[in-house]
């Protein structure tokens, strides 16, 4: 027979080493058989795979076990279920695309539509939709020095791998700024990364499984949907306001879905600029610990703040809180370097998936990184971008007010404001419109999961300081109200 059947033939006994905790079970025994056939070729894509019943005879187990191998192979997408029909070896030929997990709504604007036409605009664009500060607002000079600085360095730290855990000197600095916001962790449990977005992927790759579900807050930043689709799993959203997420509507969603992971910022919260509450944090921490709950606390915008928000990692000891940042907002995006701080148990494994995925850490942009750092002038560069900041809100929240469009809240600190349109206007028409004049928008409903959002839009304050901003919004409104 091409398909598994009744009769066994070489190859056909169950796979003697099965990698990881499904060793130890007739499903991932179940599971493992068909993948080597897959692999061998012996089942085609598109070939039908045996009955439940039939599988279940052969491999002397029960029904319900392989039902239950069938349908975790199906949410890997090595097979496909055809109601009615059976099973079948999915096609191999087409590439995966993010894109295409998920609802299709408004699929002309998403978070891919958001984040392609804010990196691949050209410089001469205006983005107000786009997530980083102009190249004017960055230490330019100091990066310039630090390369200076390197160019001059010993030969191993230009052309060599680094270490899997990350430069030991930037360990240490990303520690002592940990601790100034009460998160208590040695550099042995620190890990840089590429990025903070490479942060995230090392840890779904850790804890996660394809069809596992995963919590994030409604609205959130919305490449974490884009990633969490990219892992393929199942994601529920969380009402989030302005002192954080719905305690009660977070309970109903841990006690129906039992997610694995929740994946959040508690300093400035990405889009809203909200600010997480000690009570909130305190009752996050618990119905965590009572349903099993990993959170990873994104700060990647420790430096904007004024006064520091209450960090998860820091009441909860990094138990079941992993801490992720990045250098890319205060920074630099181009030196792409972000840390994850967690258990000891876990970094093992992490530096294992780091090997495995990048093999060896950027020393180069760890030193580059390390170097601005330490130089004293980044401290006052900071104190000069949140003034700049500072005054940016002010100015961007009275000229977006004088053309109807309200910010939900005032924010703390930071770059982001999350506001209502007039009237019943979709904020992606008013970015569709907004392009066609060279403007790139970040509507409502790319953030939120529930698509709740479609009469919002997250504003760059640090990006509107072109009257041309103002003008191209006025239009677009006029024009969404005249059709």
């Known amino acids: 027979m091409d398909a598994i059947g009744k009769t066994k033939r070489p190859g056909m006994e169950p796979d003697a080493a099965i990698s990881g905790g499904e060793s130890t ?4 025994m179940v599971m493992a058989t068909i993948r080597s056939r897959i692999a061998a070729r012996s089942l085609m894509p598109g070939a039908k795979l045996p009955s439940v019943r039939g599988l279940s005879a052969n491999l ?31 096609s191999q030929a087409a590439a995966f695309s993010p894109a295409d997990v998920g609802p299709r709504l408004d699929r002309a604007v998403d978070p891919f539509w958001v984040s392609r036409q804010s990196l691949e605009a050209p410089d001469d664009a205006l983005k107000p939709g786009c997530g980083w500060l102009p190249p004017s607002w960055l230490p330019e000079e100091s990066i310039r020095k630090a390369l200076r600085g390197l160019s001059r360095s010993n030969g191993s730290m230009l052309t060599d791998y680094g270490s899997p855990l990350g430069l030991i000197g930037l360990r240490q600095l990303v520690a002592r700024r940990l601790a100034d916001h009460a998160v208590d962790v040695p550099p042995d449990q620190i890990m840089l990364t590429d990025s903070g977005t490479q942060a995230i992927d090392l840890i779904c790759r850790l804890l996660l499984e ?38 009660e509507a977070f309970a109903a969603v841990l006690a129906e879905h039992r997610p694995k992971l929740y994946v959040t910022n508690s300093g400035i919260h990405n889009p809203t600029s909200a600010i997480l509450s000690p009570v909130v944090a305190h009752r996050v921490l618990k119905l965590a610990e009572q349903f099993d709950l990993t959170i990873v606390e994104d700060d990647i915008f420790a430096d904007f703040e004024l006064v520091a928000a209450p960090r998860l990692a820091a009441f909860d000891g990094l138990d079941r809180v992993i801490e992720i940042g990045s250098f890319s907002k ?24 780091k090997i495995a995925t990048t093999f060896a850490g950027a020393a180069m ?18 104190e000069t971008l949140r003034i700049r900041l500072a005054r940016a809100m002010r100015d961007v929240t009275a000229g977006l007010k004088a053309i109807g469009i309200e910010p939900l809240l005032e924010p703390q600190a930071g770059m982001f404001l999350w506001c209502r349109l007039p009237g019943e206007v979709d904020a992606a028409e008013i970015a569709r419109l907004g392009l066609e004049k060279g403007i790139v928008l970040a509507p409502g409903n790319v953030f939120s999961l529930s698509q709740a959002a ?18 191209v919004l006025a239009w677009a409104l006029k024009q969404a109200r005249a059709q």
């Open 365 to 382: 942009n760890a030193e580059l990184v390390r170097t601005v750092l330490s130089d004293g002038s980044y401290r006052k560069h900071i």
């Open 60 to 90: 002397k187990v029960s029904t319900s076990t392989v039902v239950d191998a069938y349908e975790r192979l199906v949410a890997e997408g090595a097979i496909l279920s055809r109601p009615g029909s059976g099973f079948y070896v999915a």
């Open 454 to 471: 479609r009469n919002n839009m997250r504003f760059n304050v640090s990006q509107m300081d072109d009257d041309r901003v103002f003008e």
């Open 25 to 28: 079970t007739r499903v991932g």
């Open 330 to 353: 205060t920074l630099s995006a181009s030196m792409r370097c972000g840390f994850i701080a967690t258990r000891r148990d876990w970094l093992e494994g992490l530096t294992d998936l």
């Open 210 to 247: 394809p069809g596992d579900t995963v919590l994030v807050d409604d609205p959130c930043y919305f490449n974490f949907h884009a990633l969490l689709r990219a892992h393929r799993v199942k994601i529920v959203g969380v009402p989030y306001g302005s002192s954080g997420p719905d305690v």
